[in-house]
């Protein structure tokens, strides 16, 4: 796919300084552009290289002035780095234009779908599904019965969306991740085993949610688990059953959440964190890395550590934690002579 400068200027709003007719068909950081690629000149720490970058055109801010020679074409613009962000945007809506039906692939019976599907090879869609419009679903991905999603939703390869499910509005899932698997549930017997408590209810995924590959998501066990408007999960997180994540909440790597427990809006919760279940999480609450959340937390709370307390007071204990075998070690020195 090539662009001119004529063109991408044109997507931009931008003026083009130099070779209108330039073209690009790949993106590369300005030290590393190559012949044919386009860059962005951003942050004034980087701008050396755009006397000897060999990217064919770069996009710059209106106050960019050149002191000395450059081959690299520009594109002028309000903010090179808005400017690009718009272009990448732009660029990922063109490569993701697919539609069309390829096989094999299997579509069930009383299933509905809007304009611009893409299905990919290999893809099965169960019963009594209802897909809106503009809805791209990779190969080898599997839809269940009674699942309803609605308009501009990317399914990317080997996603796994089981029954009942129901999915908004504009919600991006990356390969690999199950969505309404069983929760984990199982009741304890006399003789020391375990049955299993069937896990009836679904999961409800709002608008505007993007979830991260090989993450999960767990059936409630009744009623429903809930991913608010315009959550974000990364990759391999585990949200259990019956969990509510609300709205605009930011969830990173690896986090685990147990079953019942409910998170508040405008939350940021960092990489391996562990939650335990049944507890409420308040608005606008943030929890740094590898911290371990045992108890409710109120609104606006910031933690750190397993078990996690106030970051502030984590900071300053933490002076104390890493000097504690000097301090052992001076107390029993004071010991040994009184």
């Known amino acids: 796919m090539k662009f001119t400068a004529e063109q991408i200027a044109g997507i ?12 690009v068909f790949k993106l590369a950081k300005i030290e590393e552009g190559t012949e ?31 002191e000395q020679e450059i081959t690299t074409t520009l594109i002028k613009v309000e903010d090179a780095y808005k400017s690009f962000s718009k272009l990448l945007e732009y660029y990922n809506q063109v490569k993701l234009m ?8 299997m579509i069930s019976e009383n299933v509905t779908y809007g304009e611009g599907l893409y299905l990919g090879s290999f893809c099965y869609i169960g019963k009594n599904v209802k897909i809106g ?36 509005n504009n919600c991006t899932i990356h390969s690999g991740t199950i969505i309404g698997s069983d929760g984990f549930g199982f009741a304890p017997q006399q003789d020391g085993t375990f049955k ?62 147990a079953g019942s427990t409910k998170i508040g809006k405008n939350c940021m919760i960092g990489g391996q964190v562990g939650i335990a ?17 045992g108890k409710n937390l109120p609104d606006n709370e910031v933690v750190q550590g397993s078990p ?24 029993n020195e004071f010991k040994k002579n009184n």
Not at 12 to 23: F, H, I, Q
Not at 53 to 63: D, E, G, L, R, Y
Not at 202 to 225: F, K, M, P, Q, Y
């Open 12 to 23: 931009l709003e931008g003026k083009v300084v130099g070779n209108p007719n330039a073209e």
């Open 36 to 66: 044919g690629s386009l860059t962005f000149l951003a942050n004034p720490k980087y701008i050396n290289y755009i006397y000897s970058t060999k990217a064919t055109i770069t996009i710059v801010s209106n106050t960019f002035v050149p």
């Open 98 to 105: 697919k539609s069309g039906i390829e096989q094999p692939s």
């Open 133 to 168: 419009t503009n809805v791209k679903i990779y190969p080898n991905s599997f839809i269940g019965d009674n699942v309803t999603i609605g308009n501009d939703c990317i399914f990317f390869a080997g996603v796994r969306i089981y029954s009942e499910t129901e999915i908004g």
């Open 196 to 257: 299993k408590v069937p896990q009836i209810g679904n999961v409800i995924i709002e608008n505007d949610v993007e979830i991260g590959a090989n993450t999960t998501i767990d059936r409630a066990t009744l009623g429903s688990t809930f991913i608010r408007n315009g959550v974000k999960l990364d990759n391999h997180i585990q949200v259990a059953h019956n969990v509510d994540i609300d709205e605009n909440t930011v969830i990173a790597a690896q986090t685990g959440i």
């Open 277 to 293: 279940g049944h507890l409420t999480i308040g608005n606008g609450v943030k929890v740094q890395a590898q911290s371990g959340i």
């Open 308 to 331: 996690a307390f106030n970051y502030g007071d984590f900071a300053k204990s933490y002076v104390h934690f890493k000097n504690l075998p000097k301090i052992v070690s001076d107390i």
